[in-house]
């Protein structure tokens, strides 16, 4: 189990979402971000993902509560200040209370968010009911799956649910609301939930990218 502090830096981006065990790619460029990746390489790597709301103003509530912490797993400094960051999805958290740290970034006390592990005799049936779901969706695309054939065979549950939730063409509200799925059994069932609708959309020939309600 990944222990968590609980006084956290937060970097709030509209348009990313990030789960346990994922990899994603930040550019880092804005002065306060560049403060903020700094005293997290001298201090402990992690970085606190959050989905900015809509018109983000820096308020308390402008984030979605509910985030995942990342650790910097690579890091490049270019010539002109800016940086490129790769982070690994640590462990979910839950903002408790933002914090009048004299910083230009934003700090949190956070709560973490541990799941209990998907029980064995789930693993199989599940892996092929997801697997179905998938093969069903990126058939009615018109899309390939056999790049997913190494990540079914060789990944924990857990750990597919998680790289779909990623990577599968959602909208970013949807993507928050796996994130916010208090157990992995929850967020299996509403992501083949979300791709039975999407897969439906698809065969009927409507957008399946078209905006949620947020």
């Known amino acids: 189990m990944i222990a968590l502090p609980q006084t956290l830096r937060i ?7 990030l789960f346990p065990e994922v990899l994603i790619p930040l550019h880092i460029f804005e002065q306060r971000y560049r403060k903020l990746l700094a005293d997290a390489l001298a201090d402990d790597h992690l ?4 989905l900015a ?3 983000e103003d820096e308020r308390p509530d402008d984030v979605y509560p509910t985030g995942c912490a990342g650790r910097i797993v690579r890091h490049e400094s270019l010539e002109d200040g800016r940086s490129l960051v ?3 999805g640590t462990v979910r958290f839950r903002i408790r209370r933002e914090l009048p740290y004299d910083v230009p970034y934003r700090v949190v006390e956070a709560q973490a968010l541990y799941e209990a592990p998907v029980p ?3 693993m199989r049936p599940w892996r092929s009911e997801l697997r179905r779901c998938v093969d069903a969706y990126m058939g009615a695309l018109g899309g390939e799956t056999e790049s997913l054939d190494e990540i079914f065979a060789k990944q924990e ?3 597919i649910v998680n790289y779909l939730c990623a990577s599968l063409p959602l909208h970013v509200v949807e993507r928050q609301s796996l994130l916010e799925c208090s157990t992995a059994e929850q967020r299996f069932r509403r992501l083949c939930d ?3 609708f999407k897969t439906a959309e698809a065969k009927l ?3 399946s990218s078209r905006q949620a309600d947020s």
Do not use: Q
């Open 11 to 17: 970097f709030p981006l509209a348009e990313l979402v």
């Open 120 to 122: 064995a005799e789930h």
């Open 205 to 207: 020939g409507l957008d």
């Open 47 to 50: 970085i606190g993902m959050v």
């Open 53 to 55: 709301r809509a018109g």
């Open 194 to 196: 979300i791709i039975a």
């Open 86 to 88: 790769v982070l690994r």
């Open 157 to 159: 549950l857990e750990r």
